[in-house]
């Protein structure tokens, strides 16, 4: 049984930083592209970033690239969202997902993320 936990959400200030993460079981982690996505309050889903098997390449979206940073830890089976400058638009559930768009396997619980003073 595919399953993905993602934790490290919270509330921070604006400029602050978190991590979040991805704890993977169920699958052959190494083997598939993984990605982030988020639903703002009231907005659809959003695809965020997503790191590549095939050649380990990470893509975001203009809105978070060169704030936010996707890693993955084939060892401990975790992806990885480091999120820095962090903007009140980015107030957000973010979701971690198994594949790439335009198709997602499987998705996470979610875990939000409140940006506010």
């Known amino acids: 049984q595919v399953r993905l936990v993602e934790s490290g959400g919270g509330l921070v200030q604006p400029g602050g930083s978190l991590r979040l993460s991805c704890a993977a079981s169920g699958f052959a982690f190494s083997g598939y592209s993984m990605s982030w996505v988020r639903q703002a309050p009231g907005k659809g889903l959003e695809w965020v970033a997503d790191i590549k098997t095939q050649d380990g390449n990470s893509y975001y979206h203009f809105a978070v690239k060169g704030r936010f940073t996707i890693s993955r830890d084939n060892a401990r089976n975790t992806v990885y969202l480091n999120m820095n400058n962090l903007k009140p638009e980015d107030t957000a559930v973010y979701y971690c997902?198994?594949?790439?768009?335009?198709?997602?396997?499987?998705w996470g619980q979610g875990t939000l993320v409140t940006v506010s003073a």
């Open positions: 997902a198994r594949g790439v768009l335009p198709r997602f396997e499987d």
